[in-house]
């Protein structure tokens, strides 16, 4: 099993622009999530999902957006790029009460 | 709004001291993890504690869930500089599995 993978790594964005980051599970997991997590602090909710067809928001989704067609994929879409957004993502998938997380995208908005 | 607060948000100790971490909301919570997470990587979990009043134990590592089921501490004897990192406790709401995490406290292991 891959696990919980992201692309890409890195990217730089253009404030304005639009960009989607991919988040991919071949653990089956029902239960799935992205955060943000800026320099030195703690992750921040954006949207999960508990299946495919379902998404809601948590903490911080404004200037995000979520879809869930597949059990496997949970792609997050930033329309119209801001320097707030600048920030690590992280896609995780949950069994149980244990969070798999992936490697990560490095963000930056200029 | 469901909030988890971690203190202290830093702390540098000398090697062999003990050290306890906290993590408090006005919310109850299912369940609480504890992570580690390491620069340039995503957070490793270390435990799960479910029942109010539980207490885990990972090598030097001691983790409580308050009775209340909406605090817990993680407490580490003897510190060694293999423990420096950034430590995350997380939240798991009744709700849909909605996990949130708390704002993570800094630790620095000097030799």
């Given amino acids: 099993n891959a696990g919980v993978t992201q692309t890409p790594k890195f990217h730089i964005l253009k404030i304005g622009q639009s960009m989607t980051l991919q988040c991919t ?6 239960y799935m ?15 999960y999902s508990v299946g495919a067809g379902i998404t809601d928001k948590g903490e ?16 997050l879409r930033l329309e119209l790029a801001a320097p707030s957004q600048t920030s690590v993502y992280f896609c995780a998938s949950l ?16 | 709004t469901q909030l988890l ?7 540098s100790i000398q090697e062999g001291e003990n050290l306890t971490v906290y ?12 992570y ?17 009043g539980e ?35 997380a939240g798991e709401t009744s709700s849909a599995s909605k996990i949130i995490f708390g704002s993570g406290t800094r630790l620095s292991i000097r030799p």
């Fill in chain 1, 33 to 47: 999530y992205w955060y943000r997590q800026d320099p030195g602090m703690g992750l921040k909710l954006i949207y």
């Fill in chain 2, 36 to 52: 580690r997470q390491e620069p340039g990587e995503g957070p490793v979990l270390l435990v799960t504690v479910v029942t109010g």
């Fill in chain 2, 55 to 89: 207490v885990k134990k990972l090598k030097r590592l001691t983790f409580q869930f308050g009775d209340a089921r909406k605090d817990s501490s993680l407490h580490i004897t003897a510190a060694q500089p293999g423990d420096t990192g950034l430590y995350l406790c």
């Fill in chain 1, 95 to 110: 069994t149980g009460s244990e969070q798999f997380f992936g490697p990560g995208t490095r963000l930056t908005v200029l």
């Fill in chain 2, 5 to 11: 607060e971690q203190s202290p948000q830093f702390l």
């Fill in chain 2, 23 to 34: 993590c408090n909301s006005s919310s109850v919570f299912s369940s609480l993890q504890w």
């Fill in chain 1, 25 to 30: 599970q071949d653990m089956n997991h029902n």
């Fill in chain 1, 60 to 75: 911080v989704p404004n200037g995000y957006n979520v879809s869930r067609s597949t059990t496997e994929d949970f792609p």
